[in-house]
């Protein structure tokens, strides 16, 4: 039995440091996941923050074109009615001066022709084939 004892514990012993080696290589796998997850949420969290600032300055943007056509309507809308103001200034002038109208609110318009007959050309038969020569 002397000579089993020390191969039973050398057995014991290789065991032992199987389990050891065993327990830190699934410690290893655990921290690897463990860090490889927090990558992903700082890779997200990054992500997530940049979106958030390219939402922000598509939203400027927007913004900034809206206010623009605002500002552009309302340009719009002063010329319309110092045109009005003008027009009627103008009448009022003509009328004193006792001279007709030259402009009329309501304008003649020609009558358009059709645009399919001016392309449109009369080919005589046997005349309208390519030549390969």
Known sequence: MA???PRTRAAAALRMKQIALDNQSRMI???RVQLATERRGQRNNWLEKANVECHQKFQARIQAAEDTIQEQHL???ALVEEKASLLQT???LQEENGAPYPF???W????EEDPEEEELE???KGKGE???E
């Open 104 to 106: 009329d609110d309501e």
């Open 3 to 5: 000579p089993s004892t």
């Open 90 to 92: 103008n009448q009022g």
């Open 75 to 77: 340009i719009i809308e």
């Open 130 to 132: 390519i030549d390969d």
């Open 122 to 124: 009369d080919i005589p």
């Open 29 to 31: 796998r655990r921290l």
């Open 108 to 111: 003649e318009e020609e009558p």
